[in-house]
């Protein structure tokens, strides 16, 4: 049986989706300053989308970095 773990299926459907936007993109009869900005806004959008999620993770790293930390200890104390 054929597995795909989460990182395949992502790049899969970002293919796709670039694909099929690719696509409309070259077949909209637009004006050519408009196509441009038209073109640009995904890449606009994720990038909004990627700072975001960046700026929430670093809020909540504390807590991660916290437990590793707690963690390399326990891994001390007991290689000891």
Do not use: C
Not at 7 to 25: H, R
Not at 61 to 66: F, G, L, M
């Amino acid at each position: 049986m054929l597995i795909f773990k989460t990182k395949q299926l992502n790049w899969a459907m970002f293919f796709l989706l670039g694909l099929g936007y690719f696509s409309v993109m070259s077949h909209l009869e637009i004006n050519y300053f408009l196509k441009n900005l038209i073109a640009i806004a995904p890449i606009q959008v994720a990038a909004i989308i990627y700072v975001t999620y960046s700026r929430k993770e670093a809020h909540t790293e504390p807590d991660k970095v916290s437990a590793l930390e707690e963690l390399r200890v326990k891994n001390e104390t007991s290689s000891e």
